[in-house]
C-alpha cells in the first residue's frame, strides 16, 4: 500500500510516476500530533520491521570486511590507524574494542572482505530501497543490475565519508600533537581530540543518512527536501547511540547470550538504526519533503 497519493481526489492508480509536485501526505491535518501518529503507525507495520531486521542481518555480514578494507587502507600512517580505531569504537555502542583486536587483514582476507562487501551491501539497500520507494510513491524498484550499482556506490560513498573523517581528524591530532610540544598524554589533549572525532562522526552520520534519502528511492527527489530530515536523523542516531549505551547494562546480554552478545548487541543497534531511517524517510515524505518540492516547483 502507498503511503502517499496523488493530489488529485479520485485518482486511478497508474503505473506511471504521480509527479512529485502532484503529490501530498495522506495525513491532511495541521500540527505535529497527527504527523506523529501516522509516523508511529508505519512504524509499527509488519513489512517495516521485515525490511530493518533485514538491513540488520545484512550488516552484520558486511561490518567486518568493511573495517578489514578500512584498516588496509590506512596500514601505513599510525597516526590515521589510532583514529580509525577510535572511530570504530565511537561509531559502534558495543564490541567496537573487540571487533578493532580482531581483525588482521591479509591479502586473503582482503579478497574476500571485498567479494562479501558486495554481496552485502546489496542486502543492505535493496530493501531500503523498497522500503523508500513505497514511501516517496515510485512507480517501481529498480532492475538487479542498477540496483548492484547504485549499492555499491553509496557503500564507496560511505567508505570516503568514514576515510574523509579519519584523514582530518589524524591532521588535527599532528596540529595539536605540534601544539602541544609532543605531549599528547594528558586529559586536555584527548578531550579535544575526542570532542572533534565525535563531530565529525556527527557529520559523517548527517552525510550518510542524506546520500540514502536522495540517491536510494527510485525517483528523482530534490536534495532541499531531504536535507534537513538528514540532520534531524543524523544527530537523533548519535544521541539514540549514546542512549542504548547507558541501557546495554541493563540488558545483560552477557548472560541471556554468552559469547554472542556482542553480535547481537550489534544487530539490535542496527534493527533501532534501520527503524529510525525508515521512520525519518516516511516523516520527511509526509512532512517536509512533498512542501519543499512544490514551492521549489512554483518558484522554479
Known amino acids: 500500500m502507498s503511503s502517499l497519493r496523488p493530489l488529485e481526489e479520485g485518482r486511478a492508480e497508474t503505473a506511471e510516476v504521480v509527479p512529485i509536485e502532484q503529490v501530498r501526505p495522506v495525513v491532511r491535518q495541521e500540527g505535529w500530533w497527527p504527523q506523529l501518529k501516522a509516523l508511529a503507525t508505519y512504524l509499527t507495520r509488519t513489512e517495516v520491521h521485515t525490511y530493518a531486521f533485514s538491513v540488520a542481518a545484512n550488516v552484520i555480514l558486511a561490518?567486518?570486511?568493511?573495517f578489514v578494507l578500512m584498516r588496509t587502507l590506512v596500514f601505513k600512517s599510525p597516526a590515521m590507524t589510532a583514529v580509525l580505531q577510535d572511530l570504530t569504537e565511537s561509531l559502534l555502542p558495543v564490541g567496537g574494542n573487540f571487533i578493532w583486536h580482531k581483525i588482521h587483514p591479509?591479502?586473503?582476507?582482503?579478497?574476500?572482505?571485498?567479494?562479501?562487501?558486495?554481496?552485502?551491501?546489496?542486502?543492505?539497500?535493496?530493501?531500503?530501497?523498497?522500503?523508500?520507494?513505497?514511501?516517496?510513491?515510485?512507480?517501481?524498484?529498480?532492475?538487479?543490475?542498477?540496483?548492484?550499482?547504485?549499492?555499491?556506490?553509496?557503500?564507496?560513498?560511505?567508505?570516503?565519508?568514514?576515510m574523509a573523517s579519519v584523514g582530518m581528524s589524524a591532521i588535527?591530532?599532528?596540529v595539536m600533537t605540534w601544539i602541544f610540544f609532543g605531549h599528547?598524554?594528558?586529559a586536555v589533549f584527548n578531550s579535544i581530540a575526542g570532542a572533534v572525532l565525535r563531530v565529525l562522526a556527527v557529520f559523517a552520520s548527517i552525510l550518510i543518512f542524506f546520500l540514502i534519502y536522495w540517491l536510494l528511492p527510485n525517483r528523482k527527489i530534490p536534495a532541499s527536501a531531504v536535507l534537513p530530515t538528514a540532520v534531524v536523523v543524523g544527530v537523533a542516531w548519535e544521541i539514540a547511540k549514546y542512549l542504548y549505551i547507558l541501557a546495554l547494562p541493563r540488558m545483560d546480554l552477557a548472560a541471556e547470550?554468552?559469547?554472542?552478545?556482542?553480535?547481537?548487541?550489534?544487530?539490535?543497534?542496527?534493527?533501532?538504526?534501520?527503524?529510525m531511517l525508515l521512520g525519518g524517510a516516511h516523516f520527511s515524505a509526509h512532512r517536509y519533503a512533498l512542501r519543499l518540492a512544490r514551492e521549489a516547483e512554483v518558484t522554479s
Open 184 to 186: 599528547t598524554d594528558n
Open 63 to 66: 561490518l567486518y570486511p568493511f
Open 257 to 275: 547470550y554468552g559469547p554472542f552478545q556482542t553480535t547481537v548487541g550489534i544487530m539490535t543497534w542496527a534493527f533501532l538504526s534501520g527503524l
Open 106 to 162: 591479509h591479502k586473503g582476507m582482503q579478497v574476500f572482505s571485498i567479494v562479501m562487501l558486495l554481496i552485502a551491501t546489496t542486502g543492505v539497500f535493496l530493501p531500503l530501497e523498497v522500503a523508500l520507494n513505497e514511501v516517496w510513491d515510485a512507480k517501481g524498484n529498480r532492475n538487479y543490475l542498477m540496483n548492484q550499482l547504485v549499492s555499491i556506490g553509496l557503500a564507496f560513498s560511505v567508505g570516503l565519508l568514514v
Open 172 to 174: 588535527q591530532r599532528t
